[in-house]
DNA sequence: GTCTATATACCGATAGAC
DNA sequence: GTCTATCGGTATATAGAC
């Protein structure tokens, strides 16, 4: 493996635990096992590497997202398969979590992945809810676009109100009440 | 205003802004213009004044948000009314915020606060949503307890959209996707 | 109670040899 | 490309005078 994707992936990780600003060039480092001087070499500083880490997470993030969202079944059934995903919940989201740091946002090439990101996904899934209200699977009283966002903004709240409990539960709880609101929602 | 408030209060307001990891001893000092010493008097260190400012912070978050939910009106009305609250989106939840810092997180007496506003929000709102089945006005399809993790997790998840946005656009749209699906629940 | 001085470690980066 | 040395600054306190 290049040092390069040595020093991303790792810098993806330690942003996901410990955010930008937890994060140090030095615990890059250590954790790639490539030395301070190489670190410099290929990158100009811990901005740099920040920004090409959000990049790769967010391509991989949106990948995984579209392996739901594409598949079979119905449009509620896709957004359900979406939202039910395997999620090592307690880990939180690695692109929202970004959303959180004040040097992240003020900072336009580490908040640009971020917003793509989300741009794209809440657009993916309203897309699928105008697809569902147009063959008549969803009743066409709630906007997708507005509908989209609080699906994304379910899974993202989620996320918090599972680490704020440090259990699972909340996050299981908030998806179960968003599809059942969603299914009374269908097209009779 | 006695010294240890100036402390808790630019404690409060540097946590809400920073975070946990990026707020230092030396950054409250200067902003509450109390000196090093008198600060490690009155507090043993960083944690110790980071719990006082996170209880505080709880106690007001749950003052405004009862405001709202005791309010006049159905119980829809009244989610919709705590929904609706104005808010300044792109600032974010300061008791949110803080359950993404990992030191956070690991610190019961930090945590404590933080799970203990989202049991109480979320209780509160079933409890409301209970009360509006009871009395005919809300579907009784949905589970209570379901429902409000899903509002509150809107709530969270719109901040996190807003800041990742630079824009509150997406917060409004998610809050209203989710009152959107709630009325249409709503007994007929 | 508040002040200044001091301490150890880490932060984020640069310099220059190899 | 990678290494070690070095840098000015900050993080998070502790010590002891006043």
């Not at 937890?22 to 740099?48: E, N």
């Not at 979406?82 to 939180?92: A, F, T």
């Amino acid at each position: 493996m290049a040092t390069q994707d040595r020093l991303i992936e790792s810098t993806q990780e330690l942003l996901w635990e410990r955010g930008y600003v937890g994060t140090s060039p030095k615990a890059i480092q250590q954790r790639s096992g490539v030395g301070q001087g190489s670190m410099y070499h290929h990158f100009t500083g811990k901005p740099d590497l920040a920004a090409a880490a959000l990049r790769r997470s967010a391509a991989q993030l949106r990948a995984v997202a579209e392996a739901d969202l594409a598949g079979p079944g119905t449009a509620y059934e896709r957004i359900a398969a979406y939202l039910h995903r395997e999620r090592d919940v307690l880990r939180g989201c690695r692109i929202g979590r970004m959303a959180q740091d004040p040097d992240v946002v003020a900072d336009p090439q580490l908040r640009a992945p971020v917003e793509e990101t989300f741009d794209w996904l809440r657009g993916r899934i309203a897309g699928l809810i105008a697809e569902g209200q147009a063959a008549g699977e969803l009743g066409a009283a709630a906007d997708p676009a507005d509908t989209a966002a609080a699906v994304v903004a379910v899974v993202q709240g989620g996320y918090v109100l599972a680490r704020a409990a440090d259990s699972a539960e909340p996050f299981e709880r908030a998806v179960r009440g968003a599809l059942g609101l969603l299914a009374a929602h269908r097209a009779d």
